[in-house]
């Protein structure tokens, strides 16, 4: 059976060729930690490292490579930036687009009476209105936290305008880039945010495990953890200088390897290239379900959002039809809430959430064309009252 993989927003999948060589190479050939030695295989692993923080900080328009810090995921990301820069009696602002990476720390830190919290809410296309944010803002608002791209419509938020109004009022912002690194052209400079947190594995092209955190410079947070990592090891002081400050312990080497040929491979094709490619694969998938009048589509136009396409079936569940897609079609795709439980809410699916597809780089035309026309012939059977001859 050819399998049609439609989970990007999860994870890419296939990697380019260059990812899984240069993984292999660097386990075979270097396999030593950065910073721990002054022979020359842990030499080249440092010079991988300082490699990768150069090309991501080309990526995302990075003046000081220093402000990259290099984590494990964007989850690792978004916790150090919250527990590390607010303080107790600080209020919270978000949004009901966001991710558990997101909610999860917040609600903690609230419940832990640390710091208050506001949700604003969005709009039935999975959009936040600055005016719905800002229209919460007290005394003792310190942080803004949104998403760049919903993971469960794909919707793209104004983060520009959002930004601006921070700057007016003296508000720092954090931005989840999960799902937009890699997808469409991103420079923080330009968006002007304080804090932007991102993961490898997605549209980065990189393995799992890999992910980072940028912070504004002449802002300061709390390490995230403490211990070693080949600098000022004199000290029982956490190093001040950055990147050593918050990056403790000894990296995933292989995976940042791997990510490091994800990224160049993005410079090199131009993510303006893979943004259009996507864009358009992701109109032809939503104007093939427009054709199918039983489905309900969720969340903008293509230009709107990232690659993602949220739809509904109510004759089955999310889970019986992603079943069904994988097991008897191979097509691949997520089913239920996306671990983002707010929005739903608002797309009145709180019950079973949505059917996720979502494309990617390698993603084919002819991909497109067979899932609409899998998705056709379930949605005849179901109403011909055959659910079964498709299991």
Known sequence: ???????????????????????????????????????????????????????????????????????????????????????????????????????????????????????????????????????????????ICCTHASNVVGTLQPIEAIAHECRKRGIALLVDGSQSVGALPVHVKDLDVDFFAFTGHKSLLGPTGTGGLYVREGIEIAPFREGGNGAHSESLDQPASWPERHESGTPNMVGLVGLLAGVEFLLATGVDKIRAHEVALT???????????????????????????????????????????????????????????????????????????SVGYSTTVEDIDTVVRVLREIVASVYRRQPTALL
């Open 283 to 357: 109109e032809r998938l939503m104007d093939g379900f427009r054709s199918i009048k039983e489905i309900q589509i969720y969340g903008p136009e293509a230009e709107k959002k990232v690659g993602i396409t949220s739809i509904g079936f109510s004759a089955m569940s999310t889970a019986e039809m992603g079943q069904i897609l994988g097991k008897k079609f191979g097509i691949m795709i997520r089913t239920g809430l996306h671990c983002a439980p707010l929005i739903h809410t608002q797309l009145q699916t709180q019950g079973q959430g949505t059917l996720r597809f």
């Open 1 to 143: 059976m050819d399998q049609i993989y439609l989970d990007n927003a999860a994870t890419s999948f296939p990697k380019p060729e260059s990812v899984y060589v240069a993984m292999d190479t660097f386990l075979r050939t270097v396999g030593a930690s950065p910073a721990r030695g002054s022979y020359l295989r842990a030499q080249e692993s440092e010079r991988k490292l300082i490699r990768l923080r150069s090309s991501l900080s080309r990526l995302l328009g990075i003046s000081d490579p220093s402000r990259l810090i290099l984590t494990s995921n964007a989850t690792d990301a978004l916790n150090m930036a919250l527990k590390g820069f607010l303080q107790p009696g600080d209020h919270v602002i978000t949004t009901d687009v966001e991710h558990n990476a997101v909610l999860r720390p917040l609600w903690a830190l609230q419940k832990a009476q640390r710091i208050t919290l506001s949700i604003a809410p969005s709009n039935p296309m999975g959009e936040v209105d600055p005016q719905q944010i800002f229209a919460q803002v007290t005394a003792q608002t310190r942080l």
